[in-house]
Nanobody, 116 residues
Framework: QVQLVESGGGLVQPGGSLRLSCAAS????????MGWSRQAPGKQREFVAA???????NYADSVRGRFTNSRDNAKNAVYLQMDSLKPDDTAVYYC??????????WGQGTQVTVSS
């Protein structure tokens, strides 16, 4: 069974930092493109960041320079380091994985709330 489990969400003040983790099982992790999306209340889910199996990264303009995506193939895990957080970053963050043209696998999400 394929499973992606996010963790690390929580409440943080503006300007603070948070690191999200996504643990994968049931896949050959090193072959998968991994990424993060987020969904705020009343809004569409939007792309945040992605990382290829080779380690190349891509970021949404809204988070570039503040967020850092990384992966540890030995641990079957992907991470999203979030710095200089803003209230607009408040959302449920979802981990996803994809190989080739197959449909993506999705985690259940973890809540990130940025508020003073």
């Amino acid at each position: 069974q394929v499973q992606l489990v996010e963790s690390g969400g929580g409440l943080v003040q503006p300007g603070g930092s948070l690191r999200l983790s996504c643990a994968a099982s049931g896949i050959i992790f090193s072959l998968y493109r991994m990424g993060w999306s987020r969904q705020a209340p009343g809004k569409q889910r939007e792309f945040v960041a992605a990382i290829t199996n080779g380690g190349s990264t891509n970021y949404a303009d809204s988070v570039r320079g503040r967020f850092t995506n990384s992966r540890d193939n030995a641990k079957n895990a992907v991470y999203l380091q979030m710095d200089s957080l803003k209230p607009d970053d408040t959302a449920v963050y979802y981990c996803n994985g994809k190989i080739g043209a197959n449909p993506s696998h999705w985690g259940q999400g973890t809540q990130v709330t940025v508020s003073s």
